[in-house]
Structure formats: structure tokens, C-alpha cells
């Protein structure tokens, strides 16, 4: 998929309020990160940020995947990319993303299903919603082995 040149008929106007806030930024980081990655094969030491935005960009593709005709509801899929593109990921192996992400859905849905539902229902993630959210993420990741 070539997030570049992906675009929809109908275009953001598909989008809830919440999906548009945690995905704004994920075309140009992974463009960012698309482009690093061809120099990076060039380069022998990279500075600390090439190597964040480098590992940033391996974690949002890694988030991005998931399995065919397994389609996850819109607030959970809100969630997801809200943790890739907040740094919940960044100190997460790359090989363990997909199980980060299987467990913390797992959290939320079993411990904090009022998020979940607050963002469902409210189609985008008020502040009282995101400090939850915060919460609940800082905790499982806190846990995360």
C-alpha cells in the first residue's frame, strides 16, 4: 500500500472526528519514514532523531497490519493508531507490536470499556475521554513484558 497516493472516493468525509485527530499525522510520518528508510541503507551512523523517526515509522507499519477479513471496530482501530502516533509503541520491540496491541485491546475492552464506548458513541475522543485513555495506556504499557 502506498500511502502517498491511497485515497478514497468519498475521501476524509468517511471519517469520524476521532480517527481524523489520531491519523492526521500518519501520511507524513510514514512518508518520512518511506524516504529515511531508502537513505538509511546508505548511511552508517545516523543521528539519534533519523533513528527515532526511523523506529517510530517501523512501529506505525507494524500497527497498521492486521489480519485479513478481521476488521476491527472504529474505536478500537482509533485506539491503536492513537498509540502509534503518541509514542506508546516507540519502546516496544518491532516484533512485539502485534502482541502489544492483541493485549491492550484486551485491557481496554475487559478494564475500560467506557472508553472504548465513549469514543464509539461520541465519534471523537473529548479531553475527559483522553485522559482516560491516557491513563489506561500509560498503566498497560507500564506492565507490558
Known amino acids: 500500500m502506498n500511502v502517498g497516493i491511497s485515497v478514497s472516493r468519498v475521501g476524509s468525509a468517511a471519517q469520524i472526528k476521532a480517527m481524523k485527530k489520531v491519523a492526521g499525522s500518519i501520511k507524513l510520518e510514514l512518508a518520512q519514514y518511506r524516504e529515511m528508510a ?5 548511511a552508517s551512523d545516523l543521528d539519534p532523531a533519523t533513528q ?5 515509522g517501523a512501529r506505525l507499519t507494524e500497527v497498521l497490519k492486521q489480519p485479513q477479513f478481521s476488521p ?3 474505536e478500537e482501530e482509533v485506539v491503536a ?5 503518541n509514542g506508546y509503541l516507540d519502546g516496544i520491540d518491532i516484533g512485539d507490536v ?16 467506557d472508553v472504548l464506548e465513549a469514543i464509539r458513541v461520541e ?5 475527559a475521554t483522553e485522559a482516560k ?3 489506561a495506556l500509560d ?3 507500564k506492565a507490558f513484558e
Do not use: W
Open 81 to 85: 493508531l492513537y498509540c502509534g502516533t
Open 72 to 74: 476491527l471496530p472504529v
Open 133 to 135: 485513555l491516557k491513563a
Open 52 to 56: 527515532k523517526l526511523l523506529a517510530r
Open 98 to 113: 502485534t502482541r502489544y496491541e492483541a493485549g491492550m485491546m484486551r485491557d481496554l475492552r475487559a478494564n475500560h470499556a
Open 123 to 127: 465519534k471523537q475522543i473529548s479531553d
Open 38 to 42: 531508502a537513505f538509511a541503507q546508505f
Open 139 to 141: 498503566a498497560f504499557t
